[in-house]
């Protein structure tokens, strides 16, 4: 049976037929399908952690009690997950434990672009790199394979194009005698304290040296032989690229990136004339391969940063990869989506012209114009802790704000805002709960009252939670109010202590209330054009008058108009209402 | 066919841009060619610019289109045509509906919509064909069947047999907007030889 599938599917197609017991994870492009695809599979079993370090422990778990875990993450996401990671690499496992690290290049939806396979040589972990979805399905049961057979955690790296990207997979027969759970009766491999974690370490060396012995023999590592005057090293979904551009090009192509099957490379490198090394993002694969003394051209022909395509992998390669000079046109970025509950909420923030330390979400969007309202963002959960810092710089409390989504703040908010409080920091801190994790496309957290499978859960209670941290004010408010929403942002600016303020509202894409679409009245609207200030989608501008002074008349499209108000009551004429 | 086939798709987050590419790869795989296909997902989707690339052919290797270029340009909105334009091989075909969605580089900003994107379009291809299927849609019923006027007007181009479409369309779709896409789907492909082209 031939399925068209994405990476992802792939993934969570092998997974399920891998026998694993659970798949975990935390939201994150381009990650997120996976465990979404898992959950929908028959005898397929996925979560959402609150965070990726909590996921990995969770699977790590699984897999010492005896059977099979998917972790899934975005490459940031492994960052926070990086503690067991490393410690996990010198217990082993039981049950066999793949963690899916899915890179971004060129950061379609990221904060950076760093390369995980770093993590795979500082964690002394290996690694495999799909290139399409077959192989995507295919490693993924060979990663559940190689962790039992070398006792170790195997990193799956894929990056968005091999994530997002669909082709044809024929999957394998699905695993049925799955083994029984056993507890972990072994203290000296898994109870890492000193004595017993340098044994491990040993172990850990000598197991880098038999996966790299086993992946200079295993099919895996293909040298594809054609005309020699051109040898190319790659892996991923740049080994389609260079088949693409240079066809008659031998290609060694690797499936295990981490540890290099250095034989194998040595003896490709010795078939050919010129050696290349396509590699997207940093010189990993070149930096090993100079430091065991093999030349290879690589960093100097390709660029160090953004995604590849066909046409940079060509003219790396000397081959031609003309295009059309670029036409200069009005961008298109992301928006708020009209009805955001974010928008008001920035649109106040600008008005009272304070310091916004923000955070991983949707509503990083609040940094684009025209709201233009943020000063800070760096990774998730850090708007509290650069609040808390800013005050420490010197900077006077009242006039910063952090500003958080629930889930990035179920994530990784909780322990700076107790670390605001035990410190006897003052400031003002927004969650700004959507009741949703939007940006990656609306998935459940333990906010919103439903399991990954939309089961109903438990709903932890953020006013409460903030309250036991020992925030002493703490208030809800609603974001569509403007006014009131001012008066109380600016109350908990003047409060001597920490303040949470949850302005809360459903995201616009999830289940909410229906309101009236708003209207402009043409004959009163004084064209003053403030509500074209609030970067709403749903309200365009058509140019009228002549002269110096050209003015814009706003037009709402009632289609698009999600009837929030927030434009109607910023009008100064008080001439935005509802469509009847 | 010896050549692969490929098609870049441009449009505007939420336009059912992804869909089209998921329909076009299943029409060419029930042609029996094997498939690739690659869209983003995530921040773009928020009314930013899509773009989903699909080849197709006996033995297809990048999921992105390679140099020259895509065969054929389908468009969904008039300024991502334009940009799209870029991305077309010499002699390549572009379908462009003629719907415009102002960005917010225009609205808020200082951007222009260029008022002659029609004719900027036609200019650089001289295989434009540009349709108002927006319009074709909504005479439908909704203009969620915009991408089905637009996939009919690229069947009427002889790109895979229209069995194979329909099919597609079948596999692919949900079930109860089946029907309503295959009658889009025939109005595009009646539209596409006679149509707006202009050369």
Known sequence: MELILTGNAAIALAARDAGVALGVGYPGTPSTETLENLARLEGGVAQWAPNEKVALEVGVGVAFGGRRALVTMKHVGLNVAADPLFTASYTGVAGGLAVLVADDPGMHSSQNEQDSRHYARAAKVPMLEPSDSQEAYEFTRLAFQLSEQFDTPVLLRTTTRLSHGKSTVTPGQRETALPAPQPPMNPAKYVMVPAFARVRHRLVEERQRRVREWANAAPLTRAELRDTAVGIITSGINYQYVREVAPTASVLKLGLVYPLPLEAIRAFAARVETLYVVEELDPIIEEQLAAAGIAVIGKERFPPLGEFTPAVVATGLGLPAAELPTLELPTRPPAMCPGCPHRGVFWTLKKLGVTVAGDIGCYTLGVAPPLSAMDTCVCMGASIGVAHGLERAGINPATVVGVIGDSTFLHSGITPLLDMVYNGSRGTILILDNGTTAMTGRQEHAGTGKTLTGAEAPRVDLEALCRVLGVPDVDVIDPYALDAMEARIKQALAFEGVSVIIARRPCMLIPHEDYPAQQVNEELCKLCGRCLRIGCPAITKTPVGEGEQPRSRPEINALLCEGCAVCAQLCPFAVITNTV | ?199
């Open chain 2, 1 to 199: 066919m010896t050549q692969t086939m490929n098609i870049l798709i441009v449009g505007v987050g939420g336009q059912g841009i992804v869909l089209a590419g998921d329909v076009i790869g299943m029409a060419a795989r029930l042609a029996g060619l094997e498939a690739k296909a690659s869209e983003v997902h995530g921040m773009s989707q928020r009314g930013g610019s899509v773009v989903s690339e699909v080849r197709f052919g006996e033995t297809v290797y990048s999921p992105l289109i390679p140099p020259p270029g895509a065969d054929y340009l389908l468009a969904f909105e008039t300024l991502e045509g334009l940009r799209g334009l870029e991305r077309l091989r010499p002699g390549g075909v572009a379908i462009v509906n003629t719907q415009r969605i102002i960005p917010s580089s225009v609205t808020y900003g200082t951007a222009v919509y260029p008022a002659d994107a029609e004719a900027q379009i036609a200019a650089r291809c001289p295989n434009a064909v540009l349709l108002d299927a927006i319009a074709v849609a909504i005479a439908l019923g909704t203009p969620r069947a915009v991408n089905s006027v637009l996939m009919g007007a690229l069947a009427g181009h002889g790109v895979l047999p229209t069995a194979c479409w329909e099919r597609a369309i079948r596999h692919v779709v949900k079930p109860r907007f089946v029907e309503l896409n295959i009658t889009a789907f025939r109005r595009g492909l009646e539209l596409a030889p006679a149509g707006t082209r202009r050369a």
